[in-house]
């Protein structure tokens, strides 16, 4: 079945430092990549979003790139702000199928210390 | 923009007492669904609904059950509540994605409901 791995977390950074979150997957059929963000206490946002291979979603200064080859899609981010601490989940969905067919990845808590 | 509100940000029922979670869209959405959020255990589907009184099992539908009488509106019922159920509550939907090639199928979530159960 469609499968998603998250680099295990709790990742801790100190402010404007490089930030890499992996995402590999696997999946039958073509999906789409997306990226989500929940801060403290709320919902799930979309971060950023990937429909097809060698696409690029970027958002907020955060990028990750649809790489079929690798079947990866890695969130980077240049400088991440203290702003910027939230857990963050990769998921995919494969289009054409069923609403079943929606799946995220574990998470990865990411915090930024001033 | 697409808005997702849940009734309730904060409960706290006891043990045994039945409990409403609701969740409205604004978008004319087709598909619902319901999500518990645990630490550890990441997002579990309890149930989705492809469009209006229609309903499907997730992978942890025990203990839970669901409305869908309005298109935009999507209930999660705990007919009897217990402490293993003392979780956040995630509502989202989207777009019936079958026939719309144009369209990724992303999840729009709500604010999340954090219920206690005592």
């Known amino acids: 079945g469609d499968s998603v791995t998250q680099m295990e977390g709790p990742v801790t950074l100190s402010e404007e430092a490089f930030l890499t979150i992996n995402c590999t997957y696997t999946?039958?059929?073509?999906?789409?990549l997306f990226w989500y963000v929940q801060y403290p206490g709320e919902g799930l946002q979309l971060l950023l979003k990937?429909?097809?291979?060698?696409d690029k979603g970027s958002n907020k200064g955060f990028e990750a790139t649809y790489r079929k080859e690798t079947t990866s899609f890695h969130l980077e981010k240049g400088s991440v702000q203290v702003s910027d601490s939230a857990v963050y989940f990769c998921?995919?969905?494969?289009?054409?199928?069923?609403?079943?067919?929606?799946?995220f990845g574990s998470g990865t808590q990411l915090t930024v210390l001033p | 923009d697409v808005k997702v509100t849940q009734s309730s940000r904060y409960l706290v029922k006891r043990t045994g007492e039945k409990v409403f979670l609701e969740c409205v869209q604004d978008?004319?959405?087709?598909?619902m669904f319901w999500y518990r959020q645990d630490p550890g255990l990441g997002l579990r589907l309890i149930y989705f609904?492809?469009?209006?009184?229609?309903?499907e099992k997730g992978d942890i539908p025990e203990g839970y059950s669901v409305s869908r009488e309005k298109k935009e509106r999507f209930s999660l019922i705990l007919e009897s509540a217990s402490t293993n159920q003392t979780s956040m509550y995630l509502c989202?939907?989207?777009?019936?994605?079958?026939?719309?090639?144009?369209?990724?199928?992303?999840?729009?979530f709500g604010e999340g409901s954090r219920l206690t159960v005592l």
């Open positions: 998921a995919l969905v494969i289009s054409s199928g069923s609403a079943r067919q929606l799946t």
């Open positions: 978008m004319d959405h087709e598909n």
């Open positions: 989202a939907s989207r777009l019936l994605t079958s026939g719309r090639p144009s369209n990724t199928g992303e999840l729009f």
């Open positions: 609904s492809y469009d209006v009184k229609m309903k």
């Open positions: 999946a039958t059929g073509y999906p789409s």
């Open positions: 990937a429909t097809k291979a060698d």
